[in-house]
């Protein structure tokens, strides 16, 4: 069990580090085809990162260690939550639970990380862009944790790997008014997360909106290629979750070669569809003004609130 | 628009992207480390904006620059290259030298226009300090005043070598 566990999760974060760029180069292709451009390509995401490899790291007057060890917290961080969360397989180590809580608190681990590198420059548009992450953080975490719980109450466990299994055995379940609702309102806590619209504008040059960008803005070279993995990595994490519980099917339950390859293509093909999806989406939306942020929040809260009420009136067939 | 109207518009246009021009010969010197991926920090130096206008619509979507693997970036600390548009003026000739420093090396300096080049109409106004090589070292220079957006993305063509 213990070793089979181990593949699982080297299998799991290979694959999200090969995959979650060219998820992003997918987006930003869709995206561009979408405006009447040529587009970069999809490989463009790993062209950026090789260079940026090769680039010399600068460090800004007065930066502390903070600078260079943020990206590699926020990297380890996100490289764990691929590990963690249920996206090939649902084996994991007897010991170490997939734990909704445990999931959670990593991601947040992740977002300090990236928060302080945008402090310690010490300029004024990394610290608005630590102080603005930070109340969207504050607002996002309790609806990723009430939404799943949502999920984990039919199950009986908070175990990611625990509900993705069930999902699979009853798919009846995932058409569920519980499932439903508390899936919209993961949705929204995802994309407020991983940055994306309406709540942040991934391609922005102004620094007064930005949220992501004005973090890294001091970052160079290998710093910056760590945080730019980093977030890639917790976008396809992420969706990748959603994926999963969307459409359960695929992942494997044992670690076979058949079933592991069976689970890596389900994952790309989930994962690909699901991003172009929602960068097909994107091109219809408007960044909401900041002060709004919190409305669209809350209402996803109050999503995730009633599919936890709901989960304790509607008896599961 | 509505959402309709939307759709209906992305359909109808379709790819605006003009069919790319063969590519040009990668630029004497350019840094092997830059092939594929080039990030563009802009820098204004004391332009008429007429050549803001032209480097706009280079990555706009009928040029579409991004094709080629050059991306406009906010901050010089992410650029791979510093795209300086007007004569130098004074207030601006620290601010152009510190963006070029805080820029991470392999790096280069492309100055577009004639203004950048060798002060155009511009020369020996009072306000100015000089063309761009006179305060930072340039790699590579843009002719016109201004330059059309196709000799913007050749240049930066010949960096990215695509």
Same mark, same amino acid.
């Given at each position: 069990?213990?070793?089979?566990?181990?593949?699982?999760?080297?299998?799991?974060?290979?694959?999200? @580090?090969?995959?979650?760029?060219?998820?992003?180069? @997918?987006?930003?292709?869709?995206?561009?085809?979408?405006?009447?451009?040529?587009?970069?390509?999809?490989?463009?995401?790993?062209?950026?990162?090789?260079?940026?490899?090769?680039?010399?790291?600068?460090?800004?007057?007065?930066?502390?260690?903070?600078?260079?060890?943020?990206?590699?917290?926020?990297?380890?961080?996100?490289?764990?939550?691929?590990?963690?969360?249920?996206?090939?397989?649902?084996?994991?180590?007897?010991?170490?639970?997939?734990?909704?809580?445990?999931?959670?608190?990593?991601?947040?681990?992740?977002?300090?990380?990236? %928060?302080?590198?945008?402090?310690?420059?010490?300029? %004024?548009?990394?610290?608005?862009?630590?102080?603005?992450?930070?109340?969207?953080?504050?607002?996002?975490?309790?609806?990723?944790?009430?939404?799943?719980?949502?999920?984990?109450?039919?199950?009986?466990?908070?175990?990611?790997?625990?509900?993705?299994?069930?999902?699979?055995?009853?798919?009846?379940?995932?058409?569920?008014?519980?499932?439903?609702?508390?899936?919209?309102?993961?949705?929204?806590?995802?994309?407020?997360?991983?940055?994306?619209?309406?709540?942040?504008?991934?391609?922005?040059?102004?620094?007064?909106?930005?949220?992501?960008?004005?973090?890294?803005?001091?970052?160079?070279?290998?710093?910056?290629?760590?945080?730019?993995?980093?977030?890639?990595?917790?976008?396809?994490?992420?969706?990748?979750?959603?994926?999963?519980?969307?459409?359960?099917?695929?992942?494997?339950?044992?670690?076979?070669?058949?079933?592991?390859? @069976?689970?890596?293509? %389900?994952?790309?093909?989930?994962?690909?569809?699901?991003?172009?999806?929602?960068?097909?989406?994107?091109?219809?939306?408007?960044?909401?003004?900041?002060?709004?942020?919190?409305?669209?929040? %809350?209402?996803?809260? @109050?999503?995730?609130?009633?599919?936890?009420?709901?989960?304790?009136?509607?008896?599961?067939? | 628009?509505?959402?309709?109207?939307? +759709?209906?518009?992305?359909?109808?246009?379709?790819?605006?992207?003009?069919?790319?021009?063969?590519?040009?010969?990668?630029?004497?010197?350019?840094?092997?480390?830059?092939?594929?991926?080039?990030?563009?920090?802009?820098? &204004?130096?004391?332009?008429?904006?007429?050549?803001? +206008?032209?480097?706009?619509?280079?990555?706009?979507?009928?040029?579409?620059?991004?094709?080629?693997?050059?991306?406009?970036?906010?901050?010089?600390?992410?650029? &791979? +290259?510093?795209?300086?548009?007007?004569?130098?003026?004074?207030?601006?000739?620290?601010?152009?030298?510190?963006?070029?420093?805080?820029?991470?090396?392999?790096?280069?300096? +492309?100055?577009?226009? &004639?203004?950048?080049? &060798?002060?155009?109409?511009?020369?020996?106004?009072?306000?100015?300090?000089?063309?761009?090589?006179?305060?930072?070292?340039?790699?590579?220079?843009?002719?016109?005043?201004?330059?059309?957006?196709?000799?913007?993305?050749?240049?930066?063509?010949?960096?990215?070598?695509?």
């Amino acid at each position: 069990m213990n070793a089979g566990a181990l593949v699982l999760v080297v299998v799991q974060v290979a694959v999200m @580090v090969v995959l979650s760029p060219l998820l992003v180069g @997918v987006m930003r292709q869709v995206r561009a085809r979408m405006e009447g451009r040529a587009g970069a390509g999809v490989l463009q995401p790993w062209r950026d990162l090789r260079k940026l490899l090769g680039k010399e790291t600068l460090q800004a007057d007065g930066t502390s260690w903070v600078m260079a060890a943020g990206p590699v917290v926020l990297l380890g961080s996100s490289a764990l939550v691929c590990a963690l969360v249920p996206l090939v397989g649902t084996t994991t180590f007897p010991l170490v639970p997939d734990d909704l809580f445990v999931v959670v608190s990593v991601l947040l681990l992740g977002t300090v990380a990236l %928060a302080l590198v945008g402090l310690d420059a010490g300029s %004024a548009f990394g610290g608005m862009g630590s102080s603005r992450h930070m109340t969207i953080a504050a607002l996002v975490e309790p609806t990723v944790l009430v939404s799943v719980y949502a999920l984990s109450i039919p199950v009986g466990s908070s175990a990611l790997s625990a509900i993705v299994e069930a999902r699979i055995a009853d798919p009846a379940s995932i058409a569920s008014p519980v499932s439903l609702l508390a899936l919209v309102a993961l949705s929204v806590a995802v994309l407020a997360e991983t940055g994306r619209m309406p709540v942040d504008n991934p391609s922005t040059h102004l620094e007064l909106t930005m949220i992501h960008e004005a973090m890294v803005l001091e970052s160079s070279g290998r710093d910056l290629a760590w945080l730019e993995l980093g977030s890639w990595l917790r976008l396809g994490a992420l969706l990748g979750l959603v994926g999963s519980l969307l459409v359960p099917w695929g992942i494997a339950g044992d670690v076979t070669v058949p079933a592991l390859a @069976v689970g890596v293509l %389900a994952l790309a093909l989930k994962l690909g569809v699901i991003g172009a999806g929602l960068a097909a989406g994107e091109v219809f939306l408007a960044k909401l003004r900041l002060f709004r942020v919190p409305e669209l929040l %809350a209402g996803s809260f @109050v999503l995730a609130f009633l599919a936890v009420t709901a989960s304790y009136l509607v008896v599961q067939g | 628009m509505s959402l309709i109207g939307l +759709v209906r518009l992305i359909r109808t246009t379709g790819r605006v992207a003009e069919p790319a021009p063969p590519r040009p010969d990668p630029a004497p010197g350019r840094p092997a480390a830059l092939a594929g991926s080039v990030q563009v920090r802009h820098v &204004d130096a004391g332009s008429c904006n007429g050549c803001e +206008v032209e480097v706009a619509a280079a990555f706009g979507p009928v040029y579409d620059a991004e094709r080629y693997g050059a991306r406009l970036v906010a901050s010089p600390r992410h650029a &791979d +290259v510093v795209l300086v548009t007007g004569v130098v003026t004074h207030n601006m000739a620290e601010p152009l030298r510190r963006t070029v420093d805080a820029t991470p090396r392999p790096r280069m300096v +492309v100055a577009v226009g &004639d203004c950048a080049r &060798d002060c155009g109409a511009f020369a020996g106004a009072h306000g100015v300090a000089g063309a761009v090589h006179d305060v930072v070292d340039v790699d590579l220079e843009v002719r016109g005043c201004p330059p059309e957006p196709d000799a913007i993305v050749a240049a930066l063509r010949q960096v990215t070598g695509r």
